[in-house]
């Protein structure tokens, strides 16, 4: 193991080369190129012997790579912002013919207006696609989820892609020093990427396959149960992975959720991907001030990870009741709220039934590289205080317009 | 002994589909695999084809095969390719059958991907001239005068000759091979496919497929219309190898164009006028691929 300082874009690369996919397709679009030139040097230097495709577009790099898969090998593509959009159709299709490949998205606001930083909302509205969805929050963890998530899409019992995030710029770009693996590590702890003869989804030589079929209402819909099944079941071998991976490189986090001083926290705030390490520094900051501040961070969207959730809000080992939740997202789901603020809601219903809920405010921050600076986050504590002391305060507050609301 | 509809191999790769009686794709779908064989790995668009061939649980394909999405057989097909390539697999064809709507239209970004970057394959157009599988509505490759369900009185664009020439654009990506064929004219056809599998490199082949339930003819008409529009002239057998354009069949006189036209329901209102301008067009047309022959036999650097 080596210590590079690295960026979020690189680290994902040193990730991709470890994992020795067969054949990688991409597209440029900011702030993903540095992946994609990263991985292309790599080739061309030897380091990595895949075929490196320049394709015409991103809908081209994953139907490239799907075709790949299909002839039962590693693949990986990347994408951000208006490419991961482009490539729409080929997100439900790579998920519906049950392909383990693996996508990195650089989260990237959405035009109009164009805007090339950072958002959450081109994967979250892509959420429904089929695709498991991480968020990292740091480049040592982008590294990691790479490898972790050959490991977990090429499982037999998930057999569905994984779309690993970045926070554009604030983590594609920032550095920071990286852990790197020694390929033998790596090599010892994912399977060969050549996947064996008779993989379901792929070509067979001796028993030709006819894949990406057709099937009509009846059979669709169990084909689509099947999927969803799947792709529920499939927290178990995350957890799996996850703690493989611990004990193999002796680091990581287990679950698809993480808490930061949660089990004692009257006031917490959910949220993903790069932010939380602002929110840890001003949960630190409360703490020493006696607030009862608390962090959850969702590490995985798809499958969502409900009953973690609610375990971390609810279960037997707190030792005080949260008064008030905070759900930080860099998205809005027009007309309603943050997609992740839905997601968390849907989950809460669930603990209903036990009981009243604490009130819940969903903070809309950060859309086209908005700044979130520890201020920010202590306002949103200060909310969710006021809220939990039985103040009205509206459900959704989008940050830089508290004279609009 | 080079290949004809005599020599054929028996074994068939494509039954139990269903596709209308007398589908001039399904035909060609046949014979290619026939001719490239078992270990042939196929990729099929969004489109009449893979809609016949693939309904679960009954696969028609007797080879590998997949549905791509519809813009996206280049694409699919380079995927394989890069496989076959990375593993060094020999004598392991990847074809891929695109209606002209898939080809002409929505996945020409792709196609083009494809061929310039030399990728080891082989793409058939199957030309039925309009998008069958939503319902006959026109594509980029109907011809000018038809009638679609989207140009219920006839397609009469300003434009003379509206249908994109398919050939040109694959020959202009300096392809090694590229090739027009009709199923009116089995053993060229036969041929072309069989030169298209020892090409090293990208190679593109445009067939003309009559459709009967799209163009309102008979269902055994298929062949006859197949061999009729070759002699009226409008579509040329042309070969474009090693930079130079070959016509492979010149035919002394054009037979009439109603010979093709007649018996066509899409063609039902078309006038005496505008069959003497079809004519025009498409003598202008020959005129122009005898000067690109000529030119490229000359020099064939400017092919
Ligand atoms: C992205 C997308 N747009 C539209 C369609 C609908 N669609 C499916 S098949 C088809 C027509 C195909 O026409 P063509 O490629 O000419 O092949 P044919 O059906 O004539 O064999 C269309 C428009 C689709 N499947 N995907
Ligand atoms: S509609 Fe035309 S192209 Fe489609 S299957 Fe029938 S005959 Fe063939």
């Known amino acids: 193991m080596s210590v590079q300082f690295l960026s979020g874009n690189e680290a994902v690369a040193h990730g991709v080369r470890l994992s020795r996919p067969r054949v990688v397709a991409a597209y440029p679009i900011t702030p993903q190129t540095v992946v994609v030139e990263r991985l292309a040097e790599m080739v061309e230097d030897g380091d990595l012997a895949a075929e490196f495709v320049h394709v015409e577009s991103e809908h081209s790099a994953l139907a490239l790579v799907m075709g790949s898969a299909a002839m039962g090998v590693r693949t990986f593509t990347a994408t951000s912002s208006q490419g991961l959009l482009y490539m729409a159709e080929c997100l439900y299709y790579t998920a519906g013919g049950r392909w383990p490949i693996v996508m990195m998205n650089a989260n990237r606001a959405l035009a109009l207006p164009w805007n090339i930083y950072g958002d959450q909302s081109d994967s979250l509205a892509l959420i429904s696609s089929g695709w498991i969805q991480s968020y990292a929050e740091t480049a040592q963890e982008a590294l990691d989820l790479v490898i972790q998530s050959y490991a977990i899409a090429e499982d037999l019992r998930v057999r569905t892609p994984v779309l690993v995030n970045l926070d554009g710029f604030v983590l594609t770009h920032t550095y920071e020093p990286v852990d790197v693996p020694e390929q ?172 009243a809920l604490p009130p819940a405010i969903n903070f809309v921050a950060g859309l086209g590289g908005q700044e979130i600076g520890l201020a920010d986050i202590r306002r949103f504590f200060t909310a969710l205080a006021e809220a939990a002391q039985g103040q009205q305060k509206p459900l959704v507050q989008f940050l830089g317009m508290e004279h609009a609301q | 002994m080079s290949i004809s509809i005599k020599t054929l ?4 790769h494509f039954v139990g589909h269903k596709a209308c009686g007398g589908c001039g794709g399904s035909l060609i779908v046949r014979w290619v695999l026939k001719v490239l064989g078992e270990k042939t790995h196929v990729v099929i668009p969004a489109g ?64 083009s991907g494809a061929l310039d970057r030399r990728e080891k394959i082989i793409y058939i157009c199957y030309d039925n001239e309009a998008y069958m599988n939503t319902g006959i509505q026109k594509s980029g490759a109907t011809p000018w005068g038809v009638r679609t369900t989207t140009s219920p009185r006839g397609f009469r664009p300003e434009l003379d000759a509206p249908k994109k020439d398919l050939l040109r654009i694959a020959a202009a990506h300096g392809i090694p091979y590229a090739a027009t064929a009709s199923v009116g004219y089995a ?117």
């Not at chain 2, 009954?58 to 394989?80: D, K, R």
Request: aromatic residues 8%; glycine residues 10%; hydrophobic residues 40%.
């Open chain 2, 48 to 111: 009449c084809m893979s809609a016949v061939g693939f309904i679960y649980p009954q696969m028609a394909l007797g080879v590998n095969a997949i549905i791509s999405p519809f813009a996206a057989t280049g694409a699919v097909l380079s995927g394989i390719a890069a496989v076959v390539r990375a593993k060094g697999l020999t004598d392991v064809p990847v074809v891929g059958f695109a209606g002209d709507g898939a080809t002409a239209d929505i996945g020409l970004q792709s196609l």
């Open chain 2, 9 to 12: 191999p028996n074994p068939e």
């Open chain 1, 184 to 355: 033998e590590q790596v090599d010892a702890f994912l399977p060969s990427p050549d996947f064996p003869v008779g993989y379901p989804g792929t070509f067979n030589q001796e028993n030709p396959q006819s894949l990406a079929i057709t099937a009509g209402p009846g059979d669709y819909t169990v084909f689509k149960f099947k999927q969803h099944q799947d792709m529920v079941a499939a927290a178990g071998p995350i957890r799996e992975v996850d703690e493989r991976f611990i004990q193999h490189f002796g680091r990581g986090v287990a679950g698809l959720t993480e808490g930061y001083q949660l089990d004692d926290a009257e006031l917490v705030i959910v949220t993903l991907g790069s932010i939380a390490g602002t929110v840890r520094t001003v949960v630190d900051e409360l703490r020493t001030e006696g607030v009862k501040a608390g962090l959850l961070r969702l590490r995985y969207l798809r499958p969502f990870p409900t009953a973690e959730v609610l375990a971390g809000l609810f279960g037997p080992q707190r030792s005080a009741k949260v008064a008030a939740i905070g759900i930080l997202e860099k998205d809005i789901s027009f007309g309603h709220q943050g997609t992740v603020s839905l997601e968390v809601k849907a989950a809460l219903y669930e603990a209903a039934t036990q009981g």
């Open chain 2, 187 to 303: 053993n060229d056809l036969l041929k072309k496919i069989e030169k298209a599998g020892q090409v090293d490199g990208p190679s593109f082949l445009h067939i003309f497929a009559p459709c009967p339930t799209g163009w309102g003819c008979e269902a055994d008409a298929t062949v006859q219309l197949g061999k009729s529009v070759v002699d009226t002239g409008l579509w040329p057998l042309l070969e474009w190898e090693s930079r130079q354009l070959t016509i492979n069949r010149q035919p002394k006189k054009f037979a009439p164009l109603e010979e093709y036209l007649a018996g066509q329901g899409r063609y039902r209102n078309i006038t005496e006028d505008e069959i003497a301008a079809l004519e025009a067009v498409r003598d202008r047309n020959w005129r122009e691929l005898r000067a690109w022959n000529i030119h490229s036999s000359v020099n064939p650097d400017f092919g």
